[in-house]
């Protein structure tokens, strides 16, 4: 009998979304393997697979057989298999699709055999003013070693600082990967609180635990010696980090104490870094990764622990195929490979909370921060009550002169407000149009620096008209504020105030996050204003004063989350207060005080918070009450895309009479880059047999162009 091969075909396309079967010639039967990335013939091409199954059986007269093993060492493992079968089934995608998330594509392309590379790492300390040699030498001490190809790519144009630096001993070249570095040990002991967090999660450590604890709580330091214990057992260690979060300063943390035995994940790796890290994981070189999200696919052969910082971020949560969310998918690699999962965040997201307090995992809680220090105290002002006193400001009072008497004093200050740009729409006051991208139907932002309006959708820049397209007129005026805008006020009504703006259009490399967060830290600006993307990960000792401008903005987006998102966003940012010795202090500026997100992010009450949302939950039907898919049907014509949508919420509503339909509808964001969008979104109970409905969504998607479907969205825009 022959020797079969079940092959998954590396290709998109539902014509080969199974395996196909194919003959092992005798040269190959010794060293075939499972996981291994084969090359195969296929109709009258050549294209590369990865074995599924290997198996005696009756080969067919069209059996042909397979050409080559492209590596030898499997790319992935049985256990990797398993579950890319889950998430093709899970999130309704292709296998293929599946394996690309967990095999880098360098691999898979299989560019040359090994790139020559160099590293570079620093010797001892080095301070020296704010130059581009400082900056190196930092961005490179933050890290266990910085390829050449990381760094051209985070500093352009380095070399002769470079240069000077290996020249004067600062940094050192290395030819090969780094050799591990064991790390000093932890600088304190644990207070009674992370102890007894720590003594219960070790106790049932094959159990996921929520580890819900205030901001400043020392969340890390449990991870840390949680890290420490899998190294201890010989197992491997992986923390997650959502994305914005994964500076060298955070990094830092984590090598401080296991020194070169961590590696970093992130997508500002180039392809070479990529394949280097991941072979050394598989071949377990690599004990601890910190990573961003598909780090939670690196092939570590003993997973010991996998810690989920802030894991109610949705950045956990791919937009595209596969659409997993790395939360998911660590409670499943955990259940089979025994690994402790640890899901830790101020604000768990109301899913997470509630399947602890259901006991589906464990909770564990620290309720205070360390050291006795406060949590910050909130003033929430009413700017409807701002207005009717004749403030038109964009400060209210309160925050006007919070922020001197924080200069005053010394300390430094951050405003947070989510919009980038100056003005947030452009309007002609005779006509009351709003200038609108011509392929998006989304209002335009004003940048002031470029003097161009931005479609912050497509990313198409125009000059601002002169006169109203509409009506002709010349009096087209800005509205609302963005950060440029909040800078420009502050030094308005601070003259001499140090600031430094943070937001896409200022932090566009990793580089410049290290850049800033050094500046800051050290004292050369006064006030930080930017976007939720300096709302976690970083901390600053030196600030007292955390203003929020506008907490209203994500409130009323048609979006289940509004509120949960709006409260994790204050409390996350009131977070940034008081973290060191000087006690803190937050001021959200809001027209709906008495708005619950809003209320209980003023006394810090996630508890509270908490009950209000999941009665909202399970009154609205919603998850963690039940399954959520959204469908977006898009393309060029209107007519055309709304029959569709029409045509699949009727057959969805006749063949799943227990699932709610609802729609279909515009989609909010109704036409982006020229395509019409159309949405279905459909609620199925949790306790009803939702597997079947996966089956035909998915089966809906591959036949449908224009059909996508995501299984519990973030974004329903
Ligand atoms: P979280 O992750 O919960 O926000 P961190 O782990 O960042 O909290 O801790 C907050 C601050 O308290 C950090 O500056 C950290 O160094 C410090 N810290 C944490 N645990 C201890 C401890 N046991 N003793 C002294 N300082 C600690
Ligand atoms: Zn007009
Ligand atoms: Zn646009």
């Not at 159309?678 to 409905?693: F, I, P, Q, S």
Request: aromatic share 8%; net charge neutral; hydrophobic share 40%.
């Amino acid at each position: 009998m022959p020797y079969l091969a079940d092959i998954i075909i590396d290709r998109v396309a539902e014509a080969l979304d199974h395996p196909f079967t194919y003959s092992v010639p005798d040269f190959l039967k010794e060293t075939i393997r499972i996981g291994q990335l084969v090359r195969v013939p296929l109709g009258g091409s050549r294209v590369q697979g990865v074995v599924r199954n290997l198996r005696w059986g009756e080969a067919g007269s069209q059996t042909r057989a397979v050409e080559a093993i492209l590596q030898t060492e499997p790319v992935v493992t049985p256990l990797l298999l398993e579950l890319a079968d889950w998430l093709a089934d899970r999130y309704l995608c292709y296998g293929a699709q599946a394996l690309r998330a967990m095999i880098p594509a360098s691999v898979r392309k299989d560019v040359g055999s090994r790139p020559s590379m160099v590293w570079y790492r620093t010797v001892g300390v080095r301070q020296g003013r704010a130059s581009l040699k400082q900056r190196l030498f930092d961005y490179v001490a933050a890290q266990p070693a910085v390829s050449r190809a990381d760094l051209a790519e985070a500093f352009p144009n380095a070399g002769p600082a470079l240069r000077a630096l290996v020249a004067e001993g600062a940094l050192e070249v290395l030819t090969h990967a780094p050799d591990r570095v064991a790390g000093a040990p932890a600088g304190y002991g644990l207070t009674p609180a992370q102890q007894e967090a720590l003594a219960v999660i070790l106790r049932d450590p094959k159990r996921p635990w929520l580890l819900e604890g205030v901001t400043g709580s020392g969340k890390t330091e449990v991870y840390l010696a949680l890290i420490e214990n899998a190294l201890h057992e010989g197992r491997q260690a992986l923390v997650l980090l959502p994305e914005i979060a994964l500076t060298p300063q955070v990094v830092r943390r984590f090598r401080d104490r296991f020194g070169d035995q961590v590696a970093v994940w992130h997508s500002g790796l180039s392809a070479g870094e990529r394949r280097q890290t991941w072979e050394r994981v598989r071949q377990g070189k690599i004990p601890v990764v910190v990573g961003a999200r598909s780090a939670v696919f690196l092939p570590f052969p003993a997973m010991g622990v996998i810690v989920l910082d802030e894991e109610h971020e949705p950045t956990y949560k791919q937009e595209e195929h596969p659409r997993y969310h790395a939360r998911e998918v660590a409670l499943w690699r955990g259940a089979r490979e025994g690994a402790t999962i640890v899901l830790g965040s101020a604000t768990p997201a109301i899913e997470t909370r509630y399947s602890a307090l259901s006991g589906q995992i464990g909770h564990v809680r620290l309720p205070e921060r360390v050291l006795g220090r406060s949590l910050p105290e909130v003033t929430v002002v009413d700017m409807r009550e701002e207005l009717r006193l004749g403030n038109r400001d964009i400060f209210s009072s309160a925050l006007r002169e919070a922020l001197a008497d924080a200069l005053e004093r010394g300390e430094q200050a951050i405003l947070f407000l989510n919009r980038r740009g100056y003005s947030t729409f452009v309007l002609c006051r005779s006509c009351g149009q709003a200038l609108e991208c011509r392929h998006c139907a989304v209002s335009l932002t004003y940048h002031q620096r470029e003097n161009r309006l931005v479609c912050h959708y497509c990313m198409r820049e125009s000059p601002v008209p002169k006169r109203c397209p509409e009506c002709g007129s010349d009096k087209i005026r800005y509205f609302g504020a963005g950060t440029e805008r909040v800078v420009e006020e502050v030094q308005r009504h601070f003259p001499e105030a140090r600031i430094l703006r943070a937001d896409r259009d200022t932090l566009t490399r990793p580089a410049d996050y290290a850049e800033l967060y050094q500046k800051f830290l050290g004292g050369e600006a006064d006030v930080l204003v930017g976007t939720q993307m300096i709302a976690k990960g970083m901390d600053f000792p030196r600030v007292s004063l955390v203003g929020v401008v506008a907490a209203d903005t994500a409130l009323h987006l048609p979006d289940y989350r509004s509120a949960e998102r709006t409260f994790q966003l204050l409390v996350q940012a009131g977070g940034r207060s008081g973290r060191g010795e000087v006690p803190g202090r937050v001021v959200i500026q809001t027209y709906n005080p008495e708005h619950y997100a809003i209320h209980h992010a003023y006394r810090h009450d996630y508890a509270a918070f908490y009950e209000e949302e999941i009665r909202f939950r399970e009154a609205t039907h919603y998850p963690p009450y039940a399954d959520l898919w959204l469908m977006v049907t898009e393309g060029p014509e209107e007519a055309e895309v709304r029959q569709r949508a029409v045509q699949a919420a009727l057959d969805l509503r006749e063949h799943w009479p227990d699932a709610e339909v609802l729609g279909p509808a515009p989609a909010p964001l109704a036409r982006v880059r020229g395509l019409y969008r159309y949405h279905v979104l459909m609620k199925m109970d949790r306790t009803r047999e939702a597997d079947g409905l996966a089956m035909a969504l998915k089966d809906f998607q591959s036949r449908q162009p224009g059909v996508s479907i995501t299984r519990d969205p973030y974004f329903l825009m």
